[in-house]
């Protein structure tokens, strides 16, 4: 009976992908120093149409484990490469996308020549796509992890390691890696500013992370009472609800281009 569910549910994630009911939201970045907005993070939904829209946390694990993720991953891949290279092109010339990697698509022998394959067809610089891998991806196989990030980087792409601090990673991993940001958990970020054990531990990762040369980036924030906190303690970059929600393409773009005058207009 469950391979028979199972199977069921590949079918109908198999039709969602068919019938071009995913979509994508983005969710900006801010760098906390100059105020600009320095990436965007493309986040699938399933766009159900009598379920409404689907929150990738309810059919993800399903897809990872039937195989239909690598082909949802090639199909937001290729999107927000697009995209990217329209914003770049429209609104900011080094803005950046974060794409989610699955494990499994991140555990793909070619996964380096597929990224490779994409940005050339959607003409995107390497430099505008940011790849987000779990901490807890990169721990399970460490090898792979070290020699796939370092090719991601060699093509000229950024590589953020996501959900910083759940992942049980050692110093001497995260040395071995080549990453660029270190996106901190928004576990930790919720207890800002009051809670002393939150407090602490963003300290703590915010130094090691300086000591490698890592941006953090905070995930989480919502409230202005946590973006100070975490300004003061040296976070680079803030994610969260305070400086925007996941939205539709057309929204963003003007998002951003709010957030350009606005800066021009300080300056
Ligand atoms: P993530 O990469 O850590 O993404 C951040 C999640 O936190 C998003 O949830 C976002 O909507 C949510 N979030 C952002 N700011 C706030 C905030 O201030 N407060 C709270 N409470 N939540 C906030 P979402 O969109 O439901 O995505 C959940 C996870 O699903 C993502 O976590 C990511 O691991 C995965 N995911 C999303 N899109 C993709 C994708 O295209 N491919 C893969 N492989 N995974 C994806
Ligand atoms: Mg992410
Ligand atoms: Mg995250």
Known sequence: AATES????EMVLRRALEREQFVLHYQPTLDVATGQITSVEPLL??????LGMVAPLEFIPLAEETGLILAISDWVLRTAC???RTWRRDVRSDLRVGVNMSARQFRQRDLVEQ???ILVTQQL???GLDIEITESAMMRDVE???ATTHALRELGCTVSIDDFGTGYSSLAYLKRFSVDYLKIDRSFVAGLPADANDA???????????SLGMPVVAEGVETSGQLDHLT???CHEAQGYLISRPMPESLVTAFLLQTLDALAERA
């Open 6 to 9: 199972r199977f069921t549910l």
């Open 45 to 50: 939904r399933w766009n159900h149409p009598e």
């Open 82 to 84: 697009l995209q990217a």
């Open 115 to 117: 990224v490779a394959a």
């Open 125 to 127: 610089a390497a430099a």
């Open 144 to 146: 792979l992890a070290a």
């Open 200 to 210: 602490a531990i963003v300290q703590a990762v915010v130094d090691m992370a300086d």
């Open 232 to 234: 003061r303690t040296g």
